[in-house]
């Protein structure tokens, strides 16, 4: 039963999903960044627009530049309800 949680259980909860959001965002972008090679952030596009004769210079080289980005995801995981139940903080 939902009246059975504690805020430590709801800390647990929401501690793990924020790993899990984390773990799963981290091995998306790993995965079109480095092995598909998929400029899922349009930033070829955006070179291009704003520096045209260095994007026109690098952009036979772009798919492998977008294996060298390097990134960190964050998360923030706030339950504030479970069903009918308000967790007070």
Known sequence: SFAAFRKSD???IENLAEIQ???SATDLLNRFLKKEKCDIFRIGTR???KYPDSYNKLAEDMP?????ITFSVTAEV???RIGQMTIKQ
């Not at 492998?64 to 060298?68: E, K, Q, S």
């Open 21 to 23: 959001i984390k773990t």
């Open 10 to 12: 709801v800390s647990k």
């Open 78 to 80: 706030e339950i504030g």
């Open 47 to 49: 070179i291009r627009q």
């Open 64 to 68: 492998d530049i977008l294996t060298t």
